[in-house]
């Protein structure tokens, strides 16, 4: 959502891309329904899909126009995060955040959402210069 807001994922390559990590092939992608991450003020850190994005940090995910994804995160650090998508004005898409949540371990999740070519960031609206990531949402 921040343009040049992103950190590095932690093989070294900024916003997760290219590197030894998991596959960023745009047809991975397309199996893609849930996304699970560690929130913690250094990063999200993906959890799910493993074979996607599994321990990136920040990265660049890709989302498939109309199709529904659920987001789920815990707190890893006990500080308060949230999730939010948001377009390139900085502004939240469609109500998509989660709740505020400060106790290390407790979730919270985006559910049911339909992705739009509008959709260019997650962040988390109190670490938005570390817990940043682009958003690409391709045509089927």
């Known amino acids: ?15 997760g891309d290219g590197g030894d990590g998991p596959s960023s092939d745009d047809e991975a ?7 699970y991450l560690e929130g913690r003020v250094e990063a999200w850190t993906f959890v799910e899909p493993s074979d996607v994005v599994g321990g990136m940090d920040n990265p660049t995910i890709t ?19 949230n999730l939010e998508i948001r377009d390139e004005n900085d502004e939240v898409v ?4 989660s709740d505020d ?16 070519p509008e959709m260019t960031t997650y962040i988390c609206q109190f670490y938005p210069s570390t ?3 682009d958003i690409e949402v391709q045509s089927e």
């Open 1 to 15: 959502m921040l343009a040049g807001c992103g950190g590095g994922s932690e093989n070294g390559d900024e916003n």
């Open 29 to 35: 992608w397309t199996d893609v329904s849930e996304f």
């Open 63 to 81: 989302l498939i126009e109309g199709n529904e994804y659920d987001f789920t995160w815990v707190n890893s650090d006990g500080v308060t995060h």
């Open 94 to 97: 469609e109500d998509y955040q």
């Open 101 to 116: 949540v400060g106790t290390e371990g407790e979730e919270a999740s985006i559910e049911g959402l339909v992705a739009t």
């Open 131 to 133: 817990q940043v990531g």
